[in-house]
């Protein structure tokens, strides 16, 4: 290969390659869920808030359609940081990551880059148009405020039928995810469709369609089950590994 050659691609398969906390029951979870969407002719615009080092991210660009945006929003090295506890986090957690380190990792898989927002999530209502996405990301602040708001921003630029996943709501360290979460279900029309260990997909459309067709995809998957449950008057299916 000559100086002038651009190297190969990454595939999907190499994912793994990639540093994150973005696991397996996910990962099928997103392909199946942005798959589904297009299969049903569902169209719209793709964004997620916190991209670490873009191992989620990767995914969510293969299942970008012609007209469509993708736009990722990350604090990365700013200084930017809105209150103290974020610094904190971001200078304990986050001190190698940098924007340039999304960025090459992401140009491993795609030839181009998603449009980033390098800014606290709070501004992404000023970049991305209301009503015109059809899947949200959020895996930003785990501060209870930041998270609030992270949600209010997705139900605001979420289509009538998108989703919005909500990373480390369960997790013993992330309590304000939890609490921002479950606030929003039992208070703010956020409808729960499923859950597995790591995050909670949710939309302020119509869950039924979405979660009774993976659940029945589910009863053929070599290494997932799903299991619905009635939780606080929703009905949400559960998936785990076997």
Known sequence: MTAHDTPPLLTLRQLDEVEGWFFPADQFVFDWLLTHQHARGIRGDLL???????????????????????????????????????????????????????EATYLRFHRRLPTVIQSP?????????????????????????????DIAAARQLLAEDGVVSLDDFRSPHTPGVA???????????????????????????????????LAAHLTTHPTLWGVTEDVAGHTLLRVHSR
């Open 48 to 102: 997620e808030l916190g991209v670490y080092k873009g191992k989620s991210a990767i995914l969510i660009g293969y299942h970008v359609m012609a007209g469509e945006q993708f736009t990722v929003c990350d604090l990365f090295d700013s200084d930017d940081a809105p209150d103290d506890p974020t610094a904190d986090e971001m200078r304990v957690y986050y001190s190698t990551l940098t924007r340039q380190v999304f």
């Open 121 to 149: 999530s709070s501004a992404i209502t000023d970049h991305v148009p209301d009503r015109s996405c059809r899947f949200v990301h959020i895996d930003a602040s785990h501060l209870y405020h930041h998270v609030r708001a």
């Open 179 to 213: 609490a921002a979460t479950w606030e929003a279900i039992l208070t703010a029309g956020l409808k729960p469709v499923l859950i597995t260990e790591s995050k909670l997909y949710g939309t302020w459309g119509s869950p039924e369609t979405l979660r009774d067709t």
